[in-house]
């Protein structure tokens, strides 16, 4: 059964970086046949995709627009597990992070992380 | 980015009844379709993949169709512990998107 297992704080300052960590048992970041995504859930938003990374012979990562600028998602094989930072945050980002594996079902997410950008 | 319309927005049924949810995609999306529920404070759970697919897990009173860009969701039973928020995804296009939601009430 695969599980996904979220860590980070829940509080970043206005202008500095959001890092989430998602630690997988289960499964592995290597997988060819998965993909890992970043989501976030807020009000004004809703359930909005960041974006995710996956090995096929070789790294690939893809990145919403709306935060292209400012998001890695990078993978870590000697632990296996994957991460993002999303950098320069406002309020805006203020949200519930979720971390998924995606194979086409987008299933298991993450326990969510509620990040609150606030000084 | 394709725009994923749900509707309707929220519902209330009794304990036993058919319930529909629909969802329309801005364009084609073949059967590129997940619907999830999601109770609060919850990660949403994945019910249905590739429009008609049930998840593994998942009781039989749920169910999918359709393909393109029109889509239905079902309860065939409704049952108290299917109160919850109930949202589509596609996933022929990146960025994957979702649907609005609907929350289903007794």
């Known amino acids: 059964q695969v599980q996904l297992q979220q860590s980070g704080p829940g509080l970043v300052k206005p202008s500095q970086t959001l890092s989430l960590t998602c630690a997988i048992s289960?499964?592995?970041?290597?997988?060819?046949?998965?993909?890992w995504n970043w989501i976030r859930q807020s009000p004004s938003r809703g359930l909005e995709w960041l974006g995710r990374?996956?090995?096929?012979?070789?790294?690939?990562?893809d990145y919403a627009v709306s935060v292209k600028s400012r998001i890695t998602i990078n993978p870590d094989t000697s632990k296996n597990q994957f991460s993002l930072h999303l950098n320069s945050v406002t309020p805006e980002d203020t949200a519930v992070y979720y971390c998924t594996r995606d194979q086409g079902g987008v299933d298991p997410w993450g326990q969510g992380t509620l990040v609150t950008v606030s000084s | 980015d394709i725009q994923m319309t749900q509707s309707p927005s929220s519902l209330s049924a009794s304990v036993g009844d058919r319930v529909t949810i629909t969802c329309q995609a801005s364009?084609?999306?073949?059967?590129?379709l997940n619907w999830f529920q999601q109770k609060p404070g919850k990660a949403p759970k994945l019910l249905i993949y590739g429009a008609s697919n049930l998840q593994t897990g998942v009781p039989s009173r749920f169910s999918g169709s359709g393909s393109g860009t029109y889509f239905t969701f079902a309860i065939s039973s409704l049952q108290p512990e299917d109160i919850a928020t109930y949202y589509c995804q596609q996933y022929r296009n990146l960025p994957l998107t979702f649907g609005g939601g609907t929350k289903v009430e007794i």
């Open positions: 289960g499964d592995s970041v290597s997988s060819n046949s998965a993909a």
């Open positions: 990374t996956y090995y096929r012979s070789k790294w690939y990562h």
């Open positions: 364009q084609d999306i073949s059967n590129y």
